[in-house]
């Protein structure tokens, strides 16, 4: 089974702060997604990767970076922390080739900014 | 951007009720998936189904591209189906880039 692990299930961060959320696949995926989650809105791309190194841009990326320096891991950014980034952030990964491919979560991380 | 819109919003069932979750799409997607959030916010793949009909146990999805719909059918419902359910299309410009719904959330009453 893809087992994709978020670092933290519940993270308190504070306004300002620099906040790293960590995602680890193990399935050898080259695909990696960050998505947040929030009431009536569903799910939205924030960023996603497709190699080492390489990043783009999802539907929200305002306010985040990511990291990608391993093939295993994606971290997602949040430089200066603010209120409207509470939400729940999902993790998801899955391969390249073929394209027809499913993703996998992982569990989620539901971080609060006070 | 293309739009997904699920049907209903919100179900209540009684355990052992049949049940149709619909999703709609405005646009040709490469690919589409069918998620189950349990209450505990972990999501869980159900199917991955471009086209055409799955079955897994007392679940089936049908996808008509043509048409732009997917239906998700639950036969005899049990608590543990409870969730929110959400259907997600891969936009048709590569990378395997996700929209989703907003969800069905189903409430299974013993």
């Not at chain 1, 702060?17 to 995602?23: A, G, H, I, R």
């Not at chain 2, 690919?31 to 146990?57: E, R």
Request: proline residues 4%; neutral net charge.
């Amino acid at each position: 089974d893809v087992k994709v692990t978020q670092s933290s299930r519940y993270l308190v961060k504070r306004t300002g702060e620099k906040v790293f959320l960590e995602c680890v696949q193990d399935m050898d995926h080259e695909n990696m997604f960050w998505y947040r989650q929030d009431p009536g809105l569903g799910l939205r791309l924030i960023y996603f990767s497709y190699d080492v190194k390489m990043k783009e841009k999802g539907d929200i990326p305002e306010g985040y970076s990511v990291s990608r320096e391993k093939k295993e891991r994606f971290s997602l950014i949040l430089e200066s922390a603010s209120t409207n980034q509470t939400s729940m952030y999902l993790c998801a990964s899955s391969f390249f080739r073929p394209s027809n491919q499913p993703q996998h979560f992982g569990d989620g991380t539901r971080l609060s900014i006070l | 951007g293309i739009q997904v819109e699920q049907s209903p919003p919100d179900l209540i069932l009684q355990e052992g009720a049949n049940s149709t979750l619909r999703c709609n799409f405005s646009d040709s997607v490469n690919n589409l998936q069918w998620f189950h959030q349990n209450p505990w916010g972990q999501l869980i793949n159900l199917f991955y189904i471009p086209s055409g009909t799955k079955q897994n146990g007392r679940l089936s999805a049908t996808t008509v591209a043509t048409e732009r719909y997917s239906l998700l059918y639950i036969s005899s419902s049990q608590t543990t189906d409870s969730g929110v359910y959400f259907c997600a299309v891969e936009r048709n410009t590569g990378f395997q880039k996700l929209v989703f719904g907003t969800g069905t959330r189903l409430l299974v009453s013993p």
